[in-house]
């Protein structure tokens, strides 16, 4: 069945980095845009970056900018989120999802990350 | 930056109907897309495109928009239908996806 598998998170002291995956299976993933999105505690959806099904477009949040980096390996069907400088308040879940032209309909189950000394 | 902004809280009796907004500038231009949240799980898209329903969202769910507002209709809320709702568009004039701060429906 379609499916996306969050996996990577963890807890990081500031100011280290962390690398999250994305596995993908049950469909074409590289021909799909994917997105990460982040649940802070207690807290609303939060949009982090996308990516488009080549991995040669990327939308990044002000809030992530120049910080994180999306990128992805269609040939091993996962995404990955590369977050570098982290910070307290990127403490979340962080969820990926599959794209397309009617909303996002694929969410994987998220995978927690904190960031704590 | 683009806001779309929804009210913290809706409660509403079972059986009877549950209207959630979404304001934001020029929505009508816009594609609103809705999602469903419940307590430790992922979201789950409930519209899309203002007023379409994905494959085994129910009925009683059903999207629209007038004017800067859209609103996400529950008819015949049931206790299962207690969670957060957000709404969601692509804002085309700085290339970001905005999510609502979110609604918590609450059955009475």
Known sequence: QVQLVESGGGVVQPGRSLRLSCAASGFVFSTYGMHWVRQAPGKGLEWVTTIWYDGNTKYYADSVKGRFTVFRDNSKNTLYLQMNSLRAEDTAVYYCARGGGSGWSVWGQGTRVTVSS | ?108
Not at chain 2, 7 to 34: D, E, F, L, Q
Not at chain 2, 78 to 94: K, L, T
């Open chain 2, 1 to 108: 930056s683009y806001v779309l902004t929804q009210p913290p809280s809706v409660s509403v009796a079972p059986g009877k109907t549950a209207r959630i907004p979404c304001g934001g500038n020029n929505i009508g231009s816009k594609s609103v897309h809705w999602y469903q949240q419940k307590p430790g799980q992922a979201p789950v898209l409930v519209v899309y495109d203002n007023s379409d329903r994905p494959s085994g969202i129910p009925e009683r769910f059903s999207g629209s928009k007038s004017g800067n507002t859209a609103t996400l209709t529950i008819s015949r809320v049931e206790a299962g239908d207690e969670a957060a709702y957000y709404c969601q568009v692509w804002d085309d004039s700085s290339d970001h996806w905005v999510f609502g701060g979110g609604t918590k429906l609450t059955i009475l």
